[in-house]
């Protein structure tokens, strides 16, 4: 008797040697994402809590920025737009959304970068708390991220209450509002 599962593996292996390494991929692509539901998560979540703008614009504190939270100010920034070819006038005018994707790739590096540097073991707390905690390091950067020193103490005890109460007792979380709110949510949900 021929299964279902006997029939797909002798006629996937056959599609997978006909094609190579080209059929190995494609079949591949129909059970791996592409993007990871927590990347996708931050994209979202970032989008929401930064904005999202194909122009310039001036930030809550007067930074001129674009896309999600991209600081034009940052040298570090400057010369990433130097190096992507994107020119004072496409600034101006708009970027398309595959720049604006391009440029929040780079800020999220970085962002995650700092929450490591911040908490190393960042990827044993669940997912809620990393959200949470890259999510405020992209906002903060690490200098201002490793301000919040009982939140860490906190989050390194696995206290997530207290870790969300660290995070709402500060003045961050009173100029940001109802992101600070959100995040502690997260962090209090984990």
Do not use: C
């Not at 939140?151 to 997530?160: G, I, M, P, R, V």
């Amino acid at each position: 008797m021929v299964t279902f599962t006997h029939y797909y593996n002798v006629h996937n292996e056959g599609f997978k040697q006909k094609l190579g390494m080209l059929g190995m991929l494609a079949s591949m692509a129909f059970t791996t994402p592409l993007i990871s539901k927590s990347a996708d998560t931050l994209f979202n979540q970032l989008s929401r809590h930064e904005g999202y703008s194909k122009k310039m614009y001036l930030d809550s504190k007067g930074i001129p920025t674009i896309g999600i939270g991209f600081n034009l100010n940052d040298a570090n920034n400057r010369r990433i737009l130097s190096k992507l070819g994107i020119t004072d006038k496409q600034i101006k005018t708009g970027l398309s959304d595959q720049q604006v994707k391009t440029l929040f790739d780079y800020s999220m590096k970085q962002a995650k970068s700092d929450a490591l540097k911040f908490l190393p073991d960042l990827y044993s707390h669940p997912v809620n708390v990393q959200n949470a905690i890259i999510d405020m390091s992209f906002n903060l950067g690490l200098n201002r991220l490793n301000k919040f020193v009982q939140f860490k103490k906190s989050l390194q005890n696995k206290d997530y209450k207290k870790a969300s109460a660290d995070m709402l007792d500060s003045l961050w979380a009173k100029q940001v509002g109802k992101r600070a709110t959100y995040l502690a949510n997260l962090v209090r949900s984990s």
